[in-house]
Every structure is written in C-alpha cells, then in structure tokens.
C-alpha cells in the first residue's frame, strides 16, 4: 500500500492511497474461507460448497468491503501518525477516479482534507474587557423569598375583600335602572381576583364587601382583557369582546392566600437543617443564593463578550469551498440543507470555527489540561442549576454528583459536558490574562445588552 499527500495550497491537500492485489487478497481469502465452512446450499452437505462457487456468489462484495475497511483504517491512521490538524473530515475526492471491482485489481482512493490554519492567540494586560456584575436589589430578595415561601401557603377564608382576595360567587346582567336582564349573559360558581382588577374605581366597589352582599360594576372597566371576561362569564373569547354594560355580582365565598409564619420548621425545608435560623439569616441566605445565580449569568456575559473580541482579531483564511462540501455532506436531517441555506449559514458557522481554533490554541500553547475531574464538576454544576430552575436549593450533594454521573453515562450528554468543560477552562485562563473591569448593572440594564443579539 502506498499513501501520499499533495498540497493544493495552505488549506488544501488531496491524500491518495494506492491499494494492490497484495493487501487486500489474503483477508478476501480468508473470509471466503470462513464463508465457505458456513455455506447451507442445496446440493451440497453443510460446509462442502465449492470455493469456486463461493468466491463466485460473495468474492466481488467481499473484496469491495475488505478494500474499504483498508481505506478507511489506513487514512484514519495517518492521519494521526502525521499529526495532520483538518478541519471537518476527509472527502471523497472531485479527482477520484471511477473504481471498477470487475476490471480492476489495483486500486486508487483519493481524499480532500482541508487543513486547519495555524493561529496565534496573544493574550496581555492591554486587552480590556469589561464583567458585568448584576446588582441584588431588596425588591429582588423579597420577591424570590415569597416564591419560595409560596409553596408551603394556604388559601383560608376571610371575612370582607381586600385586593389580595379572590371572591366566588354568582353574576347577572344588569339594564341602566338595576334590573336583571332578561335572557342576559349569567354565570354560576365564577371566581374573580382583586388582584387583576384594572379600574380602580371598580375595585373600591368590591372591596370591604362580605358573603352575601351584591356589587354592581362594570365588568369591561374592571376586567379590560377579554380572556379574562370570557374566564368569568363563562363565555367564548369572541362573546367576551361584544360585552357591555354592567353586572351584578353575588359574592358567596372570600378566599386570600395566606403566607406560611416564618418558623425555623419553614427554614429547614426551604434551606436545609439549621442553615437559617432567622428572617434576617433568611433574607441573607436569599441575597447571596440570588448574587451566586447571577454570577453564572455574568460569567456567561463575559465569555460571550471574550469570544466576540478575540474572533473579531483573527485574521486568518478559511477553506470555504471545501467547508460547504463538508457541511452538505455531512447533513443528516430529515429535509437536506439547500446550497442557499448553507450559503446563508456559512458566516456563523465560521465564525464557530473560529473560537474553535482559538479555544484549542489557548489550551495547546498554555498546555491546559483536562482531567475527567473536571468533566464531573461542571456536570454536577449543570444538575444543580437544573435544580434550582425548580427551586430546589438544598438538595444534598450526593444527590446532585447521583445525578451528574447519570448524566456523563450518556454519550451525548457525556461529550457535551466534556466540550463545556474545555470552554470553562479556557474562558477562566482568559480572564486571567486579561484586564477585567468589573461594573456593577441592574437586572433591567443587564436584560438590555442582549436584545440586540
């Protein structure tokens, strides 16, 4: 066998393989052979067919699969033993010549690769980037107090409205003098909340009043959105928008939720045993829980920001040619990508390529390493975020590394968490080299600097 490689240019090389009758013809004879012991023919006793008739029936697709695995271990391997760094991975060839399996018993494969640029990542003081730090505000820190003391609430029943209560009852239309209209809209057993009632004046009716007691008001002022009316009338959406005039509610029933009392049983299910021990130490623990959530939000501002500066600098040519081949070759979706969807996609996806050479340089020039500790740690930082989405704050960490490790069991879960891992490393190498700038932001002006993206 005889492999070469031809430089087209700095980006592209063609690799050709020469495979003879010598390398492929022994593996095809002894695969014949194990054929021929198996062969159940009739005519024949089990393992006597012929090896004429064998070769015959199997030779042709024997030697093409044993040529091909030739291929494919022989490019695999040198590219490795020349330490070849290509981007994508190796075509079939546009000078490939056409291969005969019935003429031929030479044969020759020819492969275009294209070859990663080399880059340099230079990484000092003088480059400035700025770190977001988002701001706890009280508002904040008691907004996330009641979600989480929100689930241990009950709603009890109270004596008159307020604008925190919800009141059940009946309701009819009503004509201009008070009377109920006569084959008008009218609903049983409807709830409606203080909370979302729009018009004040309308509100200042309702509240006060006790089981029992009727109010007249208008429902459109009071309830402005039609899904709403359509919720408390019991009415279509449609019927809901042609709504007028004014109704009369009977109100049967006064509920309001009411918060759980802040007792150190309360503490240990929301933080765990003796974390908390006041509504002091509670809102503490809150502020910095909610300050460490906002860290990783900050963290992946600053990575976006790093990537986005350290791209725009590198200056370096792509093979596009042959990444457009690449990716429509490449495509397993159901409806295959058009030439114009790869054109349209073709900047970001280079743009991606881009981190990417820079991502590897920075951790072969500071030779980063990678330990599967590493891997572990940002999957068991991954579950506990999963976690907290859900407010479960206070799981132990055997239950989180549980779940992390199940996580790393999947394939894919497993090289997503190991790339994430990789990003992490070198995102925390660039912060360290460069110059950081921390400003602190509010939430809202936080929020702002994504909209554009």
Sequence with gaps: MNITRENNDELNAVIKLTIAKEDYEPKVAEVLKSYQKKANMPGFRPGKVPAGLVKKMYGKAVMADEINKLVSENLSKYLTENKLNILGEPLPSEQQQTIDFDTQDSFEFAFDIALAPEVEVKLTKREKLNYYKIAVSDDMVDGQI??????????????????????????VQIDKSGNVVEGGISAEDTVMSLAIVKDEKEKKKLLGK?????????????????????????????EAAAVKGAFRFTIQEITEFIDPELTQELFDQLFGAGVVQSEEEMKAKVKEDLARNFEMESEYKFSVDAREKLVSKLEVNLPEDFLKRWLKATDRGE??????????????????????????EVVRANELKIEQEDVVNYAKKSARMQFMQYGLTNLPDEHIEGYAMDMLKNEDQGRRMAEAAVSEKVMAFIKEAVKVEEKEVSREEFNKMFENN
């Design 146 to 171: 009641r979600n989480l003391t929100g689930r241990f609430g009950k709603n009890e029943t109270v004596e008159a409205v307020t604008d925190k209560s919800l009141a059940k009852g009946s309701v």
């Design 210 to 238: 006790k089981v029992g007691e009727t109010v007249d008001f208008d429902l459109k002022k009071a309830f402005p959105n039609d899904t709403e009316i359509s919720y408390i009338l019991k009415i279509s959406k449609e």
């Design 335 to 360: 409806e295959k990508m058009t030439d114009e969807q790869i054109e349209n996609d073709l900047p970001k996806f280079l743009e991606d390529l881009k981190w990417q050479l820079i991502k590897n």
